[in-house]
C-alpha cells in the first residue's frame, strides 16, 4: 500500500520513532500518543461505564461501512484492525494490544467508520476480553473523565491523521489530466474529502494502477473522474451529495427530533456557536452545505489568530473546532444546504423548520444564522466555464499544487488574498497581486503588506484589474487593463478574493435584511424584548459572523459572536412560553 513506520504491534517496547529513517511528523511515530497503553487504574475508571465481553479469536467486533459503533478497551488478546483495499485486498493496519483502546474520529459523530476489528487471541491461545462501551456511555465517559477523555481524543485524531497522511481506509480517485473537465470535476472532489477529513488516495488516469483498478470495476476513461471505495462502491462523476452519501460522510438529520438549536453553517462563528451551546448542554445540530470553515477554511495560513504564534491553517483551526463541538455531542448534517427557513411556525408555537436539500428538514426551538458570505466574481463574460480549470475561490495546498513554475494572479486586498499571494509564491513561478485602489494598507494587516514588498517573487499592480480571460478548456492567459494600458500575460491560474455577497438568498424574506443583503440584528429590528446584538427580527432567529450587518469581517470576531450569542439563544429558550415546561421538567430531572 504505502511507505511507512511498521505499527503492526502496538505493544512494541521501542516506539517507531526510534528508527533514524522515520518522520517526527508522522503520527505513527508518535507510538505512545497514537496507539497509548492504558494504566491499570485507568481501565478499572473505565469500568463503569461498560461491559466485559469474552470472545472468541476471529470474532468481527465491528466491520467498515458500520454507524455507531462502540469503544472497547482490551484485556486480554488484542483486537486487529483491518484495512481493505480498492481491489478487495486486506492489510491489518495495526493491532491494540492488552490495556489498549480501539476507535477513531468516526466514534464522535454517526459516519460511517472505515475499518474492520478482529479479536485475535492471547499468545497462549484461549479467549480474548474485551470491555466494551456503548457509543452513549462513551460520550459520558469522555465528558466526565476529563483527563482520560483528552488521551482518548489526541489518539484519535493522531490515527485519522495517519489515514489521511498514509492514504490508508479511505477511496482512490481516478482522475485524466488529459480531459480539463474531468479534472474540475475531480479537483471539486479532492477538494470535498480533504476538507472533510476523509483519507484518499489520488490516482491519474496514465499511472498503470489505475488501469488495474479500473479493470477491475469495470471502467473506461469516459467514466472518469471515479471514486473506488473498498466496500465495492464506484460512483462515476458523482454529484458531492452523491459522492458524501455513498462514503458514509451524510448524517441525516434524526426523523421528528425536535433540537435546542440549529446552527446553519460551519464557519468560525456557526462552529463556535456549536461549541458553546453543546458544551451547555443545549441539543445542537450544525447544518453545512460543503466542509467546516467557511472561507476561513480555505485560508492556508492565518497568522495574527489569538494564542498560535506561529499561525495555524484555516482548515485546521476548522477541524479542532469540528472535533470539539462533536466530543460536546453536536450533531452534523453535512453535505445538505439550507433551502428555506420555515418562520410562520414559530407563530403558532410550533418549532422553527429548516428545509434541506434533498427533501429533509430540521426542526429546532432556535435557530442560529452563520452561512457566511462568498467572493464576488469578476463579472467576466465566460467565467463560470473556468472554475477548477484555472479559476478558483480558495488557496490551499491543492490549489497550490495546480501552480508549480505557473504564472498566477490574486485578485483582492484583503488579508485572504494577502496570505494567498504570500503562500502562492513558495510555488508558482511569479504572483501578481491586482487591486483597483492605489494600494494594501487600507485593506490588509500590515504584516502581510510588508512581505508582499519584501517578496521578489509577488508584483503588487495598483489600479489593475482583468478584463478577459483566454483558452479552451482551460485557462492560458488574461488581459489586464492598468494604468499604462493593456497588457496580455500568460496566466494560468487566478486566485478571486474580492467583497462578499452574504449567503442570505434561502431566508426567503424570514428576516430583515440590509440593502445588500445582510441580515439586520440588534436594537434596530427588535421592539419591546430584551435586546441581543445578535439576534434578528425574528423572535429566536439569531445571526453571527460574516452575513451578519455590521459584522466585523475576521475569524476572530466571528468566534467571539458566535460564543457569545448562545446566551441570547439561553435566554430565548427559557423565556419563550414554548420551551419553558420542557426546560423545567429538565431542570428536575437532572437537579
Not at 451524510?250 to 462552529?271: I, K, N, Q, R, S
Not at 428555506?340 to 430540521?362: H, K, N, Q, S, Y
Not at 465566460?382 to 490549489?399: D, F, K, S
Request: proline share 5%; aromatic share 6%.
Amino acid at each position: 500500500m504505502t511507505d511507512r513506520p511498521e505499527h503492526q504491534s502496538a505493544v512494541d517496547s521501542a516506539p517507531a520513532a526510534a528508527s533514524a529513517s522515520v518522520d517526527p511528523t508522522d503520527p505513527y511515530a508518535r507510538e505512545q500518543q497514537t496507539f497509548p497503553h492504558l494504566s491499570g487504574e485507568a481501565v478499572d475508571r473505565i469500568r463503569p461505564y461498560g461491559r466485559e465481553e469474552t470472545l472468541a479469536p476471529g470474532t468481527l467486533v465491528f466491520e467498515r461501512g458500520e454507524r455507531s459503533v462502540d469503544f472497547l478497551v482490551v484485556l486480554e488478546g488484542g483486537v486487529e484492525i483491518v484495512e481493505r483495499g480498492a481491489s478487495g485486498e486486506e492489510r491489518v493496519n495495526t493491532v491494540h494490544g492488552r490495556c489498549q483502546f480501539t476507535g477513531e474520529l468516526d466514534l464522535f459523530n454517526d459516519r460511517r467508520i472505515l475499518v474492520d476489528g478482529r479479536i485475535a487471541g492471547p499468545e497462549g491461545g484461549g479467549d480474548a476480553r474485551i470491555l466494551r462501551v456503548p457509543r452513549a456511555a462513551f460520550r459520558r465517559m469522555v465528558s466526565t473523565e476529563a483527563d482520560l477523555g483528552e488521551t482518548i481524543t489526541r489518539a484519535f485524531i493522531l490515527r485519522r491523521t495517519g489515514f489521511i497522511r498514509h492514504a490508508e481506509a479511505g477511496a482512490v480517485l481516478i482522475a485524466d489530466h488529459a480531459d480539463a473537465g474531468g479534472l474540475a470535476d475531480a479537483i471539486r472532489m479532492k477538494r470535498f474529502l480533504g476538507r472533510n477529513g476523509y483519507p484518499m488516495r489520488y490516482v491519474e488516469a496514465a499511472d498503470p494502477e489505475a488501469a488495474r483498478l479500473m479493470d477491475a470495476r469495470g471502467l473506461t476513461e469516459d467514466d472518469l473522474p471515479a471514486v473506488l471505495a473498498p466496500d465495492d462502491v464506484t460512483l462515476s462523476r458523482p454529484s458531492i451529495p452523491d459522492l458524501a452519501d455513498a462514503l458514509g460522510l451524510t448524517e441525516a438529520p434524526e426523523a421528528g427530533h425536535v433540537y435546542d438549536v440549529a446552527v446553519v453553517g460551519a464557519g468560525p462563528a456557526g462552529l463556535s456557536a456549536a461549541v458553546y451551546a453543546a458544551s451547555e448542554g443545549l441539543d445542537t445540530i450544525i447544518v453545512e452545505e460543503e466542509a467546516p470553515g467557511g472561507q476561513a477554511g480555505t485560508s492556508s495560513r492565518i497568522e495574527n489568530y489569538l494564542g498560535f504564534p506561529i499561525g495555524i491553517s484555516g482548515q485546521a483551526l476548522a477541524g479542532r473546532a469540528w472535533i470539539q463541538a462533536q466530543r460536546f455531542g453536536a450533531r452534523m448534517a453535512v453535505s445538505r444546504a439550507a433551502r428555506g427557513l420555515d418562520c410562520d411556525r414559530a407563530e403558532d408555537g410550533r418549532p422553527f423548520r429548516v428545509a434541506l436539500d434533498g427533501g429533509a428538514t430540521v426542526d429546532a426551538r432556535a435557530v442560529v444564522l452563520a452561512t457566511g458570505a462568498t467572493y464576488r466574481r469578476l463579472g467576466l463574460p465566460g467565467e463560470g466555464g473556468y472554475e477548477n480549470r484555472g479559476l478558483h475561490y480558495a488557496a490551499t495546498a491543492l490549489e497550490a499544487g495546480l501552480c508549480e513554475n505557473a504564472e498566477v494572479a490574486v485578485v483582492g486586498g484583503g488579508n485572504s488574498a494577502g496570505q494567498a499571494a504570500v503562500f502562492l509564491s513558495r510555488y508558482a513561478e511569479h504572483v501578481h497581486v491586482l487591486v483597483r485602489g492605489d494600494g494594501l494598507a487600507d485593506s490588509m494587516s500590515d504584516y502581510l503588506v510588508q512581505r508582499i514588498e519584501d517578496s521578489c517573487r509577488i508584483t503588487l499592480r495598483t489600479r489593475t484589474q482583468i478584463t478577459a480571460l483566454h483558452g479552451t478548456p482551460a485557462l492560458t492567459g488574461v488581459t489586464m487593463e492598468g494604468p499604462d494600458g493593456a497588457e496580455e500575460r500568460p496566466i494560468t491560474h487566478i486566485f478571486v478574493m474580492i467583497g462578499a455577497v452574504p449567503n442570505t438568498g434561502w431566508l426567503e424574506g424570514c428576516v430583515q435584511v440590509d440593502a445588500k443583503g445582510f441580515v439586520c440584528t440588534g436594537t434596530d429590528v427588535t421592539e419591546g424584548r430584551p435586546k441581543s446584538a445578535f439576534e434578528t427580527s425574528r423572535p429566536g432567529v439569531f445571526a453571527v459572523g460574516d452575513l451578519r450587518a455590521g459584522s466585523v469581517k475576521r475569524v476572530a470576531s466571528g468566534v467571539g459572536e458566535g460564543s457569545v450569542c448562545v446566551s441570547a439563544v439561553h435566554g430565548w429558550l427559557t423565556t419563550d412560553e414554548r420551551n419553558e415546561g420542557r426546560l423545567d421538567s429538565e431542570a428536575r430531572t437532572t437537579g
